[in-house]
């Protein structure tokens, strides 16, 4: 089974503290997510990559930046934590587009961050 | 601009119905349709991936259709248990290839009552 793990299930930081999220997937996966979840809007991607250093925006990006340098783990960066940035964040990782068909992402059980 | 809605937003029923919660989505331009299930405090867990060119797809006691055409999927689910509760997502990848960009709903809250 493939398994994605995010670092924290809960972590509580203060308002402009630089903050990291890791998630490690051991499934030798290419692409990587990162999403927030909120009560009222759902899933929202952030940022995702489809390769070691590539990374692309999701739909909102604002605030955040991530790093890949390594195939198997996706940082997730909030360069100046702020209060609307207490949420749910969800890591996700699927094979390479196309290599094995259309195949589902593979969540961690989440990271609830608190910003004080 | 794609939007995904899920109609309830809860439901409760009784063990042993056989119920369906229904995705509809704005844009027919998609990959694909994925169905998910988020217990509370977890991550998703992927049930059923439907490609564009699929009517349906079944596992187990669930089965999802796929309407691109008038933008709508259902979720099937047999013979409901209590273990079934749980909040039900759908997402579609929108586009004519994969992207990776999942543009989910907010999600059917169900309760299976034993």
């Known amino acids: 089974d493939v398994k994605v793990t995010q670092s924290s299930r809960y972590l509580v930081k203060r308002t402009g503290e630089k903050v990291f999220l890791e998630c490690v997937q051991d499934m030798d996966h290419e692409n990587m997510f990162w999403y927030r979840q909120d009560p009222g809007l759902g899933l929202r991607l952030i940022y995702f990559?489809?390769?070691?250093?590539?990374?692309e925006k999701g739909d909102i990006p604002e605030g955040y930046s991530v790093s890949r340098e390594k195939k198997e783990r996706f940082s997730l960066i909030l360069e100046s934590a702020s209060t609307n940035q207490t949420s749910m964040y969800l890591c996700?990782?699927?094979?390479?587009?196309?290599?094995?068909?259309?195949?589902?992402?593979?969540f961690g059980d989440g990271t609830r961050l608190s910003i004080l | 601009k794609q939007e995904v809605t899920q109609i309830p937003a809860a439901l409760s029923v009784p063990e042993g119905e056989n119920l369906v919660l229904n995705c509809s989505f704005t844009?027919?331009?998609?990959?694909?349709l994925q169905w998910f299930r988020q217990d509370p405090g977890k991550g998703l867990t992927s049930l059923l991936l439907?490609?564009?060119?699929?009517r349906e797809q079944t596992s187990g006691r669930l089965n999802a259709s796929l309407d691109k055409s008038s933008g709508r999927s259902t979720l099937y689910i047999a013979a409901s248990q209590p273990g079934d509760s749980a909040t039900y997502l759908c997402?579609?990848?929108?586009?004519?290839?994969?992207?990776?960009?999942?543009?989910f709903g907010q999600g059917t809250t169900l309760q299976v009552k034993p």
């Open positions: 996700a990782s699927s094979p390479q587009w196309g290599a094995q068909g259309n195949q589902p992402q593979h």
């Open positions: 990559s489809y390769d070691v250093k590539m990374k």
């Open positions: 439907i490609q564009s060119s699929q």
């Open positions: 844009d027919s331009a998609i990959y694909n």
């Open positions: 997402a579609v990848e929108h586009g004519s290839g994969n992207t990776g960009k999942l543009i």
